[in-house]
């Protein structure tokens, strides 16, 4: 085949890992991620489990192989318009977006941020604190660029401040920049738009959203990362108290026919791992881990439950909480849960406790990312009940979507883990690779 190109959609972990064994064998690889960064979710975990290694410590290095490799070509705050073609001969319109920023000269400074008066919420930090209208998505970010948010700027939206543009020494603000079309023409195409957290505003049970001590998931892996908004102090959100007993509900809005049912896969390990880093931060803290399937699949996932009961006070309670209400002269939670235990008879009894909490963690559903369903329209894919790319023969060709040619990989076609991701990622350059054939 004499089009070695391939496009990459996402530039999450399992994206930038396609693309670098793609870019390997020596394909010409386009690379297109629609936020200002590469690094996706990743990027917003302080530690991934059972490790407990430092997550951006493992992701950066990939980042920084993935945007110098010579066969990779970044577009960021980037979309893709419109693909037409088949298998081995795609043509696809990718949208660039204006970062009213020259890329080829800004140097990352920080100079303008310093500058720039309108301070809005920071999506990285999910709206715990503020950034700038121009700024830089996180310290690490690749390529390390600043954008201009043209919906907050004071500029662009009512025609004053330019201050950025003062400040800058290199030169490098650009309100004249216009949005680009650009055409691309490639053999193969991999979808990895990994997973966005589910909403759990809906389900007033558990008051999220009302109660102000109620979080979710990511919320509190950003209050424990050292670059989150506190610092890495754990501190609870209604009067920067520290928290000193912590519940996590399992399975918020997911494996539920009114919502979402499937396991997310990672949920149970994941707030495993939240209930250690509390207690390393805080000896003297309690996590209880309220559950309805302890689902422990990976390797050395059992041992690390097994550590967290014994080693960092954490009590496993397997029950569905029902409610959560407040105190309202402490603001503290309470969780109402229905636990299932066992007579004396050996018989099944069902009983319902309540249990005062610091601080409650909802460990959502992860559904496929906001744009998913718009690519899959674009790219022609199928879904699958659960709204998932749909894999015809999983068994035999587990990325191969509906559509020959088009392949994904991570989140986007089951609930999987990084590890997962990651080897699945591998997986795709590797049928990519059997699709456009050895060079010539």
């Avoid at 030169?171 to 691309?184: K, N, S, T």
């Avoid at 890495?232 to 009067?239: A, K, M, T, V």
């Avoid at 023969?393 to 991701?421: K, N, Y």
Wanted: net charge negative; hydrophobic share 35%; proline share 5%.
């Amino acid at each position: 085949m004499s089009n070695r190109a391939v496009l990459v959609i996402g530039g999450g972990i399992a994206g930038i890992q396609a693309s670098i064994d793609l870019a390997n064998m020596g394909l010409q690889v386009y690379l297109v991620e629609r936020t200002p960064s590469i690094g996706g979710r990743m990027a917003q975990l302080d530690k991934t489990f059972p490790t407990n290694d430092c997550s951006m410590c493992i992701l950066a290095p990939k980042m920084i192989e993935c945007a110098g490799h010579e066969n990779v070509h970044l577009f960021t705050y980037s979309e893709v318009d419109e693909v037409r073609g088949e298998a081995g001969d795609f043509r696809v319109t990718v949208r660039r977006k204006p970062r009213y920023v020259d890329l080829n000269r800004c140097t990352g400074c920080g100079d303008c941020v310093e500058k720039c008066p309108r301070r809005v919420a920071d999506e990285f930090n999910v709206g715990l604190d503020k950034r700038k209208a121009i700024y830089l998505p996180f310290p690490q970010a690749v390529p390390r660029k600043v954008t201009i948010d043209a919906e907050t700027c004071l500029y662009l939206t009512k025609g004053r401040c330019r201050l950025c543009e003062e400040a800058c020494e290199a030169g490098a603000i650009d309100f004249e920049q216009q949005e680009e079309l650009v055409e691309l023409e490639v053999a193969a195409i991999v979808m990895a738009t990994g997973f966005d957290p589910y909403d759990p505003t809906s389900l007033k049970e558990y008051g999220y959203g009302e109660i102000d001590n109620v979080i979710t998931a990511l919320e509190f892996e950003r209050l424990v990362c050292a670059s989150g908004p506190t610092g890495g102090h754990l501190e609870r959100p209604s009067d920067g108290k520290v928290p000193r007993t912590v519940a996590f509900i399992q399975c918020v809005g997911s494996r539920d026919v009114h919502y979402k049912p499937y396991c997310s896969s990672v949920c149970c390990m994941h707030a495993t791992k939240e209930a250690i880093l509390a207690n390393e931060h805080h000896p003297d803290l309690r996590s209880f881990i309220f559950y309805t399937d302890m689902r422990a699949v990976g390797k050395q996932f059992q041992e690390y439950i097994v550590r967290a009961r014994e080693e960092y006070s954490v009590t496993y309670v397997r029950s569905r909480p029902g409610q959560i209400t407040v105190d309202q002269d402490t603001g503290s939670p309470n969780v109402w849960y229905d636990e299932t235990v066992f007579g004396e008879a050996g018989d099944r009894v069902r009983r319902v406790n309540s249990m005062d909490v610091d601080l409650v963690i909802l460990c959502q559903a992860l559904v496929p990312r906001g744009v998913h369903r718009e690519m899959v329209e674009k790219l022609g894919l199928e879904l699958d009940e659960s709204g998932f790319v749909a894999i015809r023969e999983r068994l035999v060709r587990p990325v191969d979507t509906s559509v020959p040619g088009i392949f994904a990989c991570g989140f986007c076609q089951s609930p999987q883990d990084i590890p997962d991701s990651v080897i699945q990622a591998s997986a795709t350059a590797a049928r990519v690779a059997e699709l456009v054939g050895p060079r010539k």
